[in-house]
């Protein structure tokens, strides 16, 4: 089949209906590149996982070649490796939390002054689709539409039970009391909802295109080197054969039975039911600072104010694909602040 598109929401359709016919893997032909697109948890994991060195190559499309596009060999490795081992290493990470707590002190400050602005200006709070960071931007948008009308993210009862009672005003961009990063592992309700968050609405609906270096055998089908091999993340996270309730968010379903803490391998090492941040050799390298940085500014965002939705405002979770996925309809929320005392001017 040669398939005439790159849109990918008619890509995803395409393969979504063939996949209904014709099993999870379905091999499509782009141009004159041979393309797979697998939907199957357990072919994932036989393919990445027992099988990376075989299926961790990326195609030669990208100009530029860098940790993301590299070949599998040599200078991959060597870019992973300083990554990894530098920027990224845990002791690393940690040492940032100056820089994350600025961070933080200068979204609350501009959500404090806009919120004042527009009491005066309307006598009510509107929030259009404007978190700071980036990485946050679908994934916390996400996780506040679904759970808006709830009261089980705004009262989120354990972080005020780990945290106590309403923090202070920010003053000049400087929070005097933050929930730490080690409080965080106090939350484990709060890492549910970012997973479930990252489950019903990934940031990408594939990975990056993965190359087979060799000719190999998949559920019966032969695959020439060099074919490209995509893994359809959304697919496989809203797959009613290993979810209850696929398209229902549900943090619940992340946590341990007792509620102490949260049983789920991201990495996927031992089986695949859902994978943001991909699997094997080319997993995101990222995943446990963007799993951090999401449960420190949703934290902190709802210890700081209480969200609702925007009066007049019906929360729409369709989604556009950009360069990562985003909301289609921006999300528009009406904040209170939590802190003592009325924001200043600054
Ligand atoms: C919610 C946030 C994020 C998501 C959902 C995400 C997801 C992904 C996915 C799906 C891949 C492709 C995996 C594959 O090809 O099999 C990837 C690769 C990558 N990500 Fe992330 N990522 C996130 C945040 C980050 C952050 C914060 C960093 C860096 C600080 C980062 C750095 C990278 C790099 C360097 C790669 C390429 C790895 C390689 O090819 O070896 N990502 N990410």
Redesign the pocket.
């Known amino acids: 089949m040669l398939l005439l598109t790159h849109s990918l929401p008619e890509l995803q359709s395409i393969t979504r209906d063939l996949k209904s016919k014709y099993g999870p893997l379905v091999s499509l032909s782009i141009g004159s590149h041979p393309s797979v697109f697998i939907g199957s948890h357990s072919l994932t994991h036989q393919v990445l996982i027992q099988n990376g060195t075989t299926f961790s190559d990326r195609p030669e499309i990208y100009p530029l070649r860098a940790?993301?596009t590299a070949s599998y060999g040599p200078i991959?490795r060597t870019f992973?490796h300083n990554?990894t081992s530098n920027f990224?290493r845990p002791s690393n990470v940690k040492s940032y939390s100056c820089a994350r707590k600025y961070a933080l002190g200068v979204m609350i400050s501009r959500l404090q002054k806009q919120q004042q602005q527009q009491e005066q200006a309307v006598g009510t709070i509107k929030v259009i689709d404007h978190i700071y960071l980036a990485?946050l931007r679908l994934?916390v948008l996400m996780c506040f539409g679904e759970k808006l009308d709830d009261s089980g993210l705004n009262d989120m009862a354990s972080v005020h039970d780990v945290v106590g009672p309403p923090p202070p005003i920010v003053v000049d961009h400087e929070p005097e009391l933050v929930i730490t990063e080690e409080k965080l592992q106090k939350i484990p309700y709060l890492k549910a909802v970012i997973l479930e968050g990252?489950r019903r609405h990934?940031?990408?609906h594939l990975?990056?295109p993965?190359r087979v270096t060799k000719e190999v055998e998949l559920q019966g089908y032969k695959t020439p080197k060099g074919a490209t091999i995509n893994f359809m993340v959304a697919e496989m996270g809203w797959d009613p054969d290993v979810w209850d309730e696929p398209m229902e968010f549900k943090p619940e379903r992340f946590l341990l039975n007792d509620g102490s803490g949260v049983g789920f391998d991201v990495g996927g090492s031992k089986g695949i039911k859902m994978m943001?941040?991909?699997a094997g050799r080319?997993?995101?390298?990222?995943?446990d600072?963007?799993l951090l940085h999401?449960e420190y500014f949703v934290a902190n965002l709802i210890w700081y104010f209480h969200w609702s939705v925007a009066d007049g405002y019906v929360v729409d979770l369709a989604e556009q694909v950009k360069f990562k996925v985003v909301m289609k309809n921006p999300l528009e929320t009406k904040i209170i602040s939590r802190t003592k005392g009325q924001p200043i001017d600054q």
């Open positions: 940790i993301s991959w992973r990554l990224l990485i994934s990252l990934p940031p990408g990975v990056l993965h943001p941040f991909g080319r997993i995101c390298p990222g995943a600072l963007a999401l």
